[in-house]
């Protein structure tokens, strides 16, 4: 199951392990204590971001906007499916490492996970 979390680009293999090695006895949920706070963190910003782009600007606001998308021209169609892909991926690794997780508790492993193979 780790595997495919690498195997698919989910995660990044050195950049896991790191964290894993700061996982111990004191601290089993580590891991999964930062993914939680990632995720957190990330819907609570693509909320923001999500009532920015739908709130109606007025005024100097929407003077800057209109300046702003200007500038930017075709890249704001761009810039919306990437962040679309941005979080259709989040909630993709966040429904992956779950199971894992759940896994780990389960086995109630607090030693650090070896490298796949």
Do not use: C, W
Request: a neutral charge; aromatic letters at 10%.
């Amino acid at each position: 199951m780790k595997r495919s979390l690498f195997d698919e680009g989910f995660l990044h293999l050195s950049q896991f392990l790191q964290l894993e090695m700061l996982q111990d006895r004191d601290n089993p949920n580590f891991v999964r204590e930062v993914f939680r706070l990632y995720f957190e963190d990330m819907s609570r910003q693509f909320s923001e971001i999500e009532q920015i782009l739908q709130k109606e600007l007025i005024g100097k606001q929407r003077h800057d906007m209109n300046r702003f998308l200007h500038r930017l021209k075709g890249s704001v169609v761009r810039i919306m499916a990437a962040f679309e892909m941005v979080k259709e991926e989040s909630e993709n690794l966040k429904l992956k490492l779950e199971p894992y997780f759940q896994l780990m508790g389960q086995i109630g492993s607090s030693t650090v996970s070896e490298a796949p193979k």
